[in-house]
């Protein structure tokens, strides 16, 4: 905020007596005053000292936020009123209210009602359909992009249109298609303008996101671009980093907390933009179809 004059004077009054003790002239102190607000210093002192010395502290709590809990992932009883709870959690909700929301839903249908009751704010508004999943709900080896593209708002199905071609294509080199896999996207709603999604709106759909994958008890997770490696890893690094690299996700099934082994790939949008990548993106489905022998998958 811009200071008072009141407060420039007082500052003005100081550095003129100040000035005339080192031989300055007060005009000339002044002018080098007014020099210092048009750049845009708006602040001489602080109310309180500050020793610049010392070790940072941990940021402040947001006010009105409630820091995430640890939540149980097993399976518990439905609740009779998921979509309830699902329309009175809205994005100025901590995301530990979405978290506790998604852990109530045992099974993918629940899920999916619990979302589509969801309030998304702008990117719900913006979107056509919800985008849930597409694949065998068994499948051991599952998918997970970013978000829907213009097609895939207009049919509610994650991959369609000329990156679905594409990824059909990828999958079947390693006999693979889409009765043996399961795909899914970090958001199931189209951001409009096809924008980023704000921090607040990944984080609260994560939650969601991390109990589809839990539903869905994959033994190989395949992140296709950026933001789904962003999103699932929780990492910042680019996708051209990243890719080829195998990682693991921390989940938890009836059998308690696993590892699925994860590898982060290019997406069949990018290799449409930049052909020349999929040379790159064949390593990593050679890669997958070694993991999956491993695993005694294929």
């Given amino acids: 905020m811009r200071q008072t004059p009141q407060v420039w004077l007082r500052l003005g009054a100081v550095f003129g007596s100040s000035a005339a003790m080192i031989g300055v002239t007060k005009e000339d102190a002044l002018a080098t005053l007014g020099w210092l607000i048009d750049a ?107 978000a829907p593209g213009r097609d895939e708002d207009a049919q509610g199905i994650p991959f369609v249109g000329r990156a679905a071609k594409l990824l059909d294509q990828m999958i079947a080199a390693i006999g693979l298609d889409r009765t043996k896999v399961y795909i899914t996207n970090v958001l199931p709603w189209r951001p409009p303008q096809n924008r980023d999604p704000s921090p607040e709106e990944a984080a609260s759909l994560l939650p969601f996101l991390q109990r589809h994958i839990e539903l869905i008890n994959p033994e190989i997770l395949i992140l296709l671009g950026a933001v789904s490696a962003r999103h699932v890893l929780g990492t910042s690094e680019g996708i051209l980093r990243l890719r080829g690299k195998w990682d693991v996700y921390q989940t938890t099934s009836g059998d308690g907390l696993r590892s699925v082994p994860t590898l982060p790939t290019l997406h069949p949008a990018y290799l449409l933009r930049q052909p020349a990548a999929k040379r790159l993106a064949w390593r990593d489905l050679c890669s997958v179809a070694e993991k999956m022998e491993q695993l005694g998958l294929s």
């Fill in 40 to 146: 845009g210093a708006d602040e001489a002192i602080l109310e309180e000292p500050v020793d610049r010395l010392s070790r940072a502290t941990s940021p402040p709590a947001q006010r009105g936020i409630e820091p995430p809990r640890e939540t149980s992932h097993n399976l518990r009883p439905s609740s009779p009123n998921v979509v309830q709870q699902a329309a009175e959690v809205s994005l100025s909700t901590a995301p530990g209210a979405a978290r506790a929301l998604a852990s109530t839903c045992r099974t993918l249908s629940e899920l999916k009602s619990a979302l589509e009751a969801f309030d998304g704010g702008e990117l719900k508004r913006g979107a056509s359909k919800t985008v849930f999943g597409d694949g065998s709900p068994t499948a051991k080896i599952m998918l997970i992009g970013e």
